[in-house]
T-cell receptor, first 114, second 111 residues
Framework: NAGVTQTPKFRVLKTGQSMTLLCAQD?????MYWYRQDPGMGLRLIHY???????AKGEVPDGYNVSRLKKQNFLLGLESAAPSQTSVYFC?????????????FGPGTRLTVT | ELKVEQNPLFLSMQEGKNYTIYCNYS?????LYWYRQDPGKSLESLFV?????AVKQEGRLMASLDTKARLSTLHITAAVHDLSATYFC???????????FGTGTRLQVTL
């Protein structure tokens, strides 16, 4: 099992450009999440999904959109990138079986917006 | 709004000594997670604590949860250099178990 994978690993954008980050998981997990991590801070939740075709806003959703067309994939889009979106983005997934809801994280995407 | 506070934010540890990291949170939850992050890397799950009084141990690390006090601790016994990393606690809330993270504690173990 590859677990949670993220594409790309690094990206540099100019202000106003758009891009999509792809998250894929092969663990058949129902829940998926997108977080951002800024220097010296913990992760903050951007959007999440509790199943195929459903998404919801997290703590810092502005400037981002998401889609979950397939259970194994969760896409994060930036329509018009801003320097404030320079960050490291982590995707995570979790199962609904059991009670732990433990989240498994991908390797991260480092995004720089100039 | 849920607040999760960790202290200290930075801890310089001497090898062989014991230390404790504290994680306080502001609203009721019975799901508390501890993660480790090495520089430039992703998060590695250390402990999942799901009930009041839960205690888990792995090697030199031991985590506990007091849901009444809204406090979790991560105790380090006889620190070694390999434990140098940033440690995060996170509180799970809601049916989707959304995580709210603390700001992290950077541990540095010196000889």
């Amino acid at each position: 099992n590859a677990g949670v994978t993220q594409t790309p690993k690094f990206r540099v954008l100019k202000t106003g450009q758009s891009m999509t980050l792809l998250c894929a998981q092969d663990m058949n997990h129902e829940y998926m999440y997108w977080y951002r991590q800024d220097p010296g801070m913990g992760l903050r939740l951007i959007h999440y999904s509790v199943g195929e075709g459903t998404t919801a806003k997290g703590e810092v959703p502005d400037g981002y959109n998401v889609s979950r067309l397939k259970k194994q994939n969760f896409l994060l889009g930036l329509e018009s990138a801003a320097p404030s979106q320079t960050s490291v983005y982590f995707c995570a997934s979790s199962t609904t079986s059991g009670s732990s809801y433990e989240q498994y994280f991908g390797p991260g995407t480092r995004l720089t917006v100039t | 709004e849920l607040k999760v506070e960790q202290n200290p934010l930075f801890l310089s540890m001497q090898e062989g000594k014991n230390y404790t990291i504290y994680c306080n949170y502001s609203t009721t939850s019975d799901r508390l997670y501890w993660y480790r992050q090495d520089p430039g890397k992703s998060l590695e799950s250390l402990f999942v604590l799901l009930s009041n009084g839960a205690v888990k141990q792995e090697g030199r690390l031991m985590a506990s949860l007091d849901t009444k006090a809204r406090l979790s601790t991560l105790h380090i016994t006889a620190a070694v250099h390999d434990l140098s990393a940033t440690y995060f606690c996170a509180v799970g809330t809601g049916t989707a178990s959304k995580l709210t993270f603390g700001t992290g504690t950077r541990l540095q173990v010196t000889l």
